[in-house]
């Protein structure tokens, strides 16, 4: 996926990837089913495919990338259009384990598209009394470490924990590091 990563945006991408896939459908969390995330040792890659697609988290899979170009939305690298043919299920019930990482480095984007976990944060007081999405629309919750740092969480209205409360206290948190318009966000 880096040497994916490595060709620049706008760039045809060709061969094949491997990798994890880390975006949850028993979550919900994404805008659209055509949309998952994956990632190998190297990096990761967001995708928008042509149709909706089935496959869970922790599944390995094969992309052929032939064709496909790597693109952005919102300023997040993603590849559109890959059709569910030239995806290959590998093996299913793979562990996944985040990979803890520093809130600088989160926030310069050094993970983007990664499955990642910040120590030491909490829900900012202003949001403390809401739900994951509020009112039926897609929610971000700020989100703060103790030095001040900031990036919120965002939760799609069709997130299965959508009606749940935020989280009170200090912890850590889980989630696809993700970039929307130059804003930093956990997915």
Not at 100 to 113: H, I, Q, R, W
């Amino acid at each position: 996926i880096a040497e994916v990563l490595a060709k620049g945006q706008g760039a045809t991408i060709g061969g094949v990837i491997e990798g994890i896939v880390i975006s949850n459908l028993d979550l919900n969390n994404l805008t659209s089913k055509k949309g998952m995330y994956v990632q190998d040792e190297t990096g990761a890659l967001q995708f928008y495919l042509s149709a909706n697609h089935s496959f869970a988290f922790g599944t390995k899979v094969r992309i052929d990338l032939t064709n496909a170009t790597l693109g952005a939305y919102n300023g997040a690298v993603q590849v559109s259009g890959v059709a569910l043919d030239k995806i290959t299920e590998v093996s299913t019930g793979n562990t996944v384990e985040a990979k803890v990482v520093s809130m600088a480095d989160f926030l310069a984007n050094k993970y983007e598209g990664q499955y990642i976990a910040l120590e030491g944060v909490q829900v900012a007081d202003a949001d403390l009394s809401k739900t994951w999405v509020m009112g039926g629309a897609h929610t971000s919750i700020n989100i703060e470490d103790a030095n001040g740092n900031k990036f919120v969480v965002f939760s799609s209205k069709y997130a299965t924990y959508g009606t749940s409360t935020v989280a009170q206290g200090s912890g850590v948190i889980k989630g696809i590091s993700s970039i929307n318009n130059g804003n930093m966000q956990i997915i």
